[in-house]
């Protein structure tokens, strides 16, 4: 078990979250870098053209040409006066970032690696999913998913001992418009009338340690006017801060909430989760009720198995219980291994013991397919490639 890595963690409390640096007008701070339109919901961006002396529903044509045309640049927008593209284009940016590696998995995972104008890197994901569902009458329908995992910081405060993205530290929060920009940029990748049905915050970074930004980029994913993806499609996961899992349980938003608990009981988490040192599992069970009482959702509890280290059968009896007081179903991982780290994925037989004996006390639990080894799959295991320079298998492409 790697325990340097705890050394520079915060401490940090249940009742006070870790104050993060803010980076509010981060990209207006870096010269030359006019700030996106993407961060504006459909009331500022009309606010801002009506400001700018343009009509109203110039508003609405933007929209439709951002999210609906796949506009890249206000120059397409071409029923816009050619005055008011350029009044646009002076100010705002629709794209900030730079797509720096674009990899496809063997199983149509493509994952892609983004530059930032400070130069910060983030990592997002598209999962296609095609299966059979079977509906209340006995049909069988296809379901075709395709899932986006979302970063909401550059590197993550978090550290958790077996993750890569914990390992080059944190680096700054990620605003609204860079959030919005990875699931435009991934539903860029698919075909013209595909979009994007269902949205994960689980990749690089806490999003409860950047809950404005979530908040808010959750609010356009859900609009209409831009990725109309429902609230129950999409899935906020964090290691657990409970001030802010009550904050977003009386936002409004019917999200789902997953929980990273990874360990069973508090002395194991605290060992391959450094801020799980200053808030136990008890403190998560009552604030994950206060989320189940609030928006009627169930919480599902994310258990990465990390091979002889929360694999024994009493940690399956143990995560059995905490699932019961949390009314909470399982959702078992696959580890994706990490270069220099010691933890190591279990065999298939590991998982389905695993998985059995918690079904003895009567607890729902899924293993979770594992998707795009082939392409780096842990979170933060691009990104750390590219720094170090090192390459990656996989296809590699501008996305
Ligand atoms: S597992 Fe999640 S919370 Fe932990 S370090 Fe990695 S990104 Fe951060």
Excluded at 10 to 34: K, V, Y
Excluded at 85 to 93: D, H, I, N, T, Y
Excluded at 108 to 133: F, H, N, Y
């Amino acid at each position: 078990m790697k325990s340097s890595r705890s050394d520079n963690v915060p401490e940090i409390s249940a009742e006070s979250p870790p104050i993060l640096e803010s980076t509010d007008n981060l990209l207006n701070a870096n010269a030359g870098i006019r700030p996106s339109i993407l961060g504006l919901n459909a009331a500022a961006l009309e606010a801002q053209v009506t400001g700018m002396g343009m009509p109203k529903f110039r508003a609405a044509q933007i929209l439709e040409w951002i999210y609906r045309k796949r506009a890249t640049s206000f120059s397409q927008m071409s029923n816009l006066s050619i005055a008011d593209r350029a009044a646009l284009e002076l100010k705002f940016s629709i794209f900030t970032g730079e797509t720096l590696r674009h990899l496809t998995a063997a199983d149509g995972t493509q994952k892609c690696l983004i530059r930032w104008p400070d130069g910060g890197l983030t990592e997002s994901v598209m999962i296609p999913c095609d299966e059979d569902a079977v509906d209340e009458s006995g049909n069988v329908n296809l379901k075709i998913r395709r899932t986006a995992c979302l970063s909401t910081q550059v590197g993550c405060p978090v550290g958790c001992a077996f993750c890569a993205s914990g390992l080059a530290g944190f680096k700054n929060n990620l605003q609204t418009s860079q959030v919005v920009e990875q699931a435009l940029r991934l539903t860029h990748l698919l075909p013209a009338d595909g979009r994007l049905s269902n949205v994960v915050f689980m990749g690089m970074g806490e999003p409860l340690a950047n809950l404005d930004v979530t908040l808010s980029a959750i609010g356009i994913l859900m609009a209409p006017w831009a990725f109309h993806i429902g609230g129950r499609k999409i899935t906020v996961s964090t290691v657990g801060l409970p001030p802010q899992i009550r904050k977003l349980a009386d936002a409004g938003v019917p999200v789902t909430l997953a929980l990273s608990l990874h360990a069973p009981n508090d002395e194991l988490r605290r060992r391959i989760i450094p801020w799980a040192k200053g808030i136990g599992i008890d403190q998560l069970v009552q604030a994950c009720a206060y989320y189940f009482q609030t928006t009627g959702r169930e919480i599902t509890l994310e258990y990465i198995m990390l091979d002889g280290v929360n694999t024994l059968p009493q940690h399956a009896d143990e995560l059995a219980s905490v699932a019961r007081r949390m009314r909470a179903n399982i959702n078992l991982i696959y580890y994706n291994e990490v270069p220099d780290l010691p933890f190591r994925r279990p065999s298939g037989p590991t998982m389905f013991d695993f998985q059995s004996q918690i079904r003895r006390h009567g607890v729902k639990v899924h293993i979770r397919k594992s998707r795009g080894r082939d392409i780096a799959a842990a979170c933060g295991q691009l990104a750390r490639q590219d720094i170090a320079g090192e390459p990656a298998d996989g296809k590699t492409g501008p996305a």
